[in-house]
C-alpha cells in the first residue's frame, strides 16, 4: 500500500546527488521550500514545468528542488538545455520518492503503470508539510504554487 503524506507532518529528510553537489533537505531549515518531482528530464510536460519554476523563482522567495530518478548526467543536459537556476536531484532507486507518496501506480495512456507521481510539497521553514500536492498538472503549476506559498505566509503571520 502506497504511503501518501498529509499536511502538517515533518517532511522526511533525505540526502541526494544533485547538479549542485550533494544536497540534504534539512540544510534548508529556515527557508521555505518547493520540492517537486517529476518523472523524466527533457518530456513536454516535465519541461513545461521546469521552465514555469525558473521563470517565476523571483516571485515564489522560496527554494525550489526539482527530484526524478534520472541519473545526474540526464539533469546536467536538462538544466543546461533550458538555462535552469535551481538544482535537480537524482533519486535513481526512487526511495526519496517513495518515501513522499511520489512513486507508485499512475495511469499514463490508458495503461496502468509503476513510476513517478507528479508531485508537489511546500515545506515551511520550520520543515513541516504546509502543502502536499499529488497528481499536479504541469502547465501554469507555478503560478499555482505562487498563489499557495503568498496565502501561507499571509496566514502564518509575521513571526
Known sequence: MERK??????????????TEGPLTLSDFRGEWVVLYFYPKDN??????QA?????????LDARVLGVSPDPLSSHEKF??????TFPLLSDEDHSTAEA???WGEKTSFGK????????TFIIDPEGKLAEVLYNVRAKGHADRIGKKLQELRNGAGAA
Open 5 to 18: 503524506l498529509h499536511t502538517g507532518e515533518t517532511a522526511p529528510d533525505f540526502t541526494l546527488p544533485s
Open 43 to 48: 518530456t513536454p510536460g516535465c519541461t513545461t
Open 51 to 59: 521552465c514555469d519554476l525558473r521563470d517565476n523563482l523571483g516571485s
Open 79 to 84: 538544466r543546461d538545455d533550458h538555462g535552469l
Open 100 to 102: 513522499y507518496g511520489a
Open 112 to 119: 496502468t503503470v509503476t513510476g513517478l507521481i507528479r508531485s
